[in-house]
């Protein structure tokens, strides 16, 4: 056992980092080094199934970190893309591999097994190659997270619907609808129980104050909800997303994440080298063109249908192509469906090794099929069009609308003075129109846009953008062609406020000052200080700053020069802090 263990960090020790310097991703530098230890490799491992049965505990905890990141009220907002998205891809694809299954010869009972197993997609493959690339936020990444939840749900009807093309399942013998009542009772008292049951639990275990105690805890519950739908005949990894998502609002839930994130990275790494073990090369080597011709078949119907429900839905043609080409490949439960066919007789046994090595090859091309697709609708892709800026004239523009942009933005809604927002970044604007508010996609440090925006008879110009070059270009636009124009800048740091110093702006608020002195505060506060003391120091601290800061602008180009007037003005700055406690005292005294 210890030999296998070694030869498994070995080979993703080895493969991950050179898959990922090619730029292939994490995924299939397991799925390589499976392939390459496997039966089908070089023989160092057998006994896939068990390996692959363990491992598919990393997909439930996978499931379990992604609840915790889900809220309740997020996941409600979810529901029209859920079960409408998901839905449909389920439907369509399930009725179309049917019926490409049973125009290839297989009986009716089969094709609908073999349709449904197939229609399903890889959980973990898809999240683990998206979060690689950061894309699990984007349109189509949500588009892709709500269609895999819809297919875990979805398993519940067809198990039960399995009796009925007498397929009987071990441990699932009872009729269909007494088997969905007594998965419909365990959900709700999944539900039920984490919502009053496990916060109780985690806080007296916190006060315990032993860590693994807390580490084995929340293992425990990943794993007692996951065998509790399993031996229902429900998806173990829905069983860990519900508990998660029960959890994603309490107290514990970063530290249930940090906790749970170790297991769940080795045993995926674990489960995608199971699945390249699984592959069996001497099936493709005796019958290639089959195996090639049905995988990318399945890929193609899959693609297809995805494409077409992303355009439908609303997606961009480049989101909707990524969503294409993140699902067309097979999931890990057609492993398990598969061989519950064959042992049921519904399944040929040869028919079944046909098709796992399908899934699993559908698998292996998904990573550089989605990289080739993700790189050419990048470069295809072109900006969206400005929006035509038809603004009144307001006193106030404001550059820029994330965080700082924002919350200059609600105090002057509150105070109802109006503005006009300029916002460059075309996702940032979709988000913000979610909400309601007026922002025009456009670039600030335009002329055109400007004078269309009215910049020549507004007063105030807030610019609120953090990208330091980008700032200061918008900067030096607007103080050569509407002087007038009174700035007030967000400075990301000290080097950006003293740039915006050289274009004679003045009104200049450093990002994170005002925040980190409040902070500094508060815990002048902790320690005991009374609070007219840390008003008086703080005030102090920020004159001394706000001076220092000019007397460094005339020198800041040179490097040696401010380092050393940055080590004087600090010296400087503790002795006028130790004058001041002498002064405390000798007045208390």
């Known amino acids: 056992m210890l030999k296998e263990i070694a030869l498994f960090l070995a080979a993703a020790v080895i493969a991950v980092p050179l898959f990922k310097r090619l730029g292939l991703g994490a995924v299939l530098g397991y799925l390589f080094a499976g392939l390459l230890i496997g039966p089908s490799g070089l023989g160092l491992i057998e006994g896939v199934e068990r390996v692959l049965h363990v491992s598919e505990f990393g997909v439930v905890l996978l499931m379990f970190v992604i609840g915790l990141e889900l809220q309740i009220s997020r996941l409600w907002r979810l529901r029209a893309h859920v079960f409408g998205l998901g839905g449909a891809q389920v439907l369509l694809t399930a009725a179309a591999l049917t019926g490409c299954a049973i125009a290839l010869g297989l009986p009716s009972d089969a094709a609908i097994v073999a349709g449904f197993a197939l229609a399903m997609s890889s959980t973990a493959f898809v999240l683990q190659m998206l979060a690689e690339r950061k894309e699990l936020a984007d349109h189509h990444g949500r588009a892709a997270f709500s269609i895999l939840l819809f297919q875990d749900i979805a398993v519940i009807p067809f198990l039960a619907l399995l009796p009925l093309l007498g397929t009987p399942i071990a441990g699932h013998s009872s009729g ?36 693994e105690v807390f580490t084995a805890a929340a293992l425990l519950i990943v794993t007692g909800t996951a ?18 998502v029960l959890l994603a609002d309490s107290e514990y839930r970063h530290e249930l994440q940090a906790d749970i994130e170790p297991f769940k990275g080795l045993l995926l790494g674990l489960f995608f080298i199971a699945v390249g073990m699984s592959a069996q090369l001497s099936l493709v080597m005796l019958a290639p063109l089959v195996v090639l011709g049905l995988t990318f078949g399945l890929i193609a119907v899959k693609s297809s249908i995805l494409y077409f429900i992303g355009r439908v839905s609303g997606l961009a043609n480049d989101s909707a192509l990524k969503l294409a080409f993140a699902l067309p490949q097979g999931g ?22 046909l098709l ?29 069009a400005y929006d035509p800026i038809d603004a009144p004239e307001h006193d106030i523009l404001i550059a820029g609308f994330g965080p700082f942009g924002q919350i200059v933005g609600r105090m002057l809604r509150v105070k109802r003075i109006p503005y006009t927002v300029l916002e460059r970044d075309a996702r940032q604007v979709d988000f913000v129109r979610q909400f309601g508010n007026t922002i025009f996609y456009s670039d600030a440090g335009r002329v055109e846009v400007l004078r269309a925006a009215k910049a020549d008879k507004a007063r105030y110009f807030v610019l ?25 800048a967000c400075a990301r740091d000290r080097p950006h406020a003293m740039r915006l110093m050289d274009l004679g702006i003045t009104d200049i608020i450093r990002r994170s000052y005002a925040s980190s002195l409040e902070a500094a505060g508060s815990l002048l506060q902790a320690l005991g200080e ?15 700053d706000q001076e220092t800061l000019l007397k460094q602008h005339a020198i800041y180009r040179d490097e040696q020069a401010l380092v050393q007037t940055a080590k004087e003005f600090s010296k400087e700055l503790e002795q006028l802090f130790e004058a001041d406690a002498l002064a405390a005292e000798k007045a208390a005294s």
């Open 176 to 211: 269909g609808w007494l088997g969905g009542a007594k998965a419909l009772a365990v959900v709700v008292l999944v539900v039920v129980g984490g919502r009053y049951l496990l916060r109780p639990i985690f806080r007296r275990l916190a006060a315990v104050e032993m860590p």
């Open 227 to 244: 065998l509790a739908m399993e031996a229902v005949g429900l998806s173990m990894s829905l069983g860990a997303f519900l508990a998660g």
């Open 332 to 353: 890990e439960f057609a492993f398990v469906l598969f061989g519950v066919a064959a042992t049921a007789g519904v399944l040929q046994e040869g028919m079944k090794d």
């Open 356 to 384: 796992i090595v399908v899934v699993t090859a559908s698998m292996i091309a998904t990573p550089p099929l989605y990289a080739l697709i993700a790189r050419w609708s990048q470069g295809k892709a072109e900006p969206p």
């Open 464 to 488: 609120a953008i953090a990208d330091v070059e980008q700032s200061l270009r918008i900067a030096e636009v607007v103080r050569r062609n509407f002087p007038n124009l009174r700035i007030f």
């Open 530 to 544: 009374p609070e007219h003391q840390i008003k008086r120091e703080l005030e102090r601290f920020r004159h001394f």
